[in-house]
């Protein structure tokens, strides 16, 4: 009997060990694999009227709705301008399940594969801010938009694609 609750003890700090890592936000980004790691933008604030700058209306380049890959992610994605630069954005209804070494990226593909996605497949914006809600990527101007037909939410230790959304032409 009290080998048995010690193998349940295990097993608990085991599972709770795993949860917990999953539920760790990185602070710091993860070496390796090229990725190129870019400085995530906050969203701007409202314009002002008679502020001396008043803040540009934001136009849509293309967007895109996510769709299950490895698992389930809803909402939209758009890549949009504003004031001279380019964002990914994540509207409201945005949602994926948590996961470890989550990355926002660009990809080639309009359906990127679910398992085993190269380096050359795509770009990467910077850690996931959020597993919900509406969020922003700042895309570098060295970043050719119409290179890419997607986004995705990709985890980066398992190569798996938790989610995308194909842009529309």
Partial sequence: MQRKLIIL?????????CAEQA???PTENSAGQ???????AETEPAKVPGSPKEAETPTVVTSGS?????????GNASIITENGKTFLEFDQNFKTDSGPDLLVI???????KIYGITEKEYVSLGRLQKTSGKQRYAIPDNIKIAEFASTAIW???FNATFGYAAFSK
């Avoid at 097993?11 to 709770?16: K, N, R, S, W």
């Avoid at 996510?66 to 809803?74: A, N, P, Q």
């Avoid at 660009?106 to 990127?112: A, E, G, I, N």
């Fill in 106 to 112: 660009l990809h080639r593909q309009k359906q990127p």
């Fill in 23 to 25: 539920a760790i936000k």
């Fill in 34 to 40: 090229g990725v190129q790691n870019v400085q995530v």
């Fill in 155 to 157: 985890c980066r230790a």
């Fill in 66 to 74: 996510f769709v299950k890959g490895e698992h389930t992610t809803l």
């Fill in 9 to 17: 003890s295990f097993a608990a700090l085991a599972i709770a060990g």
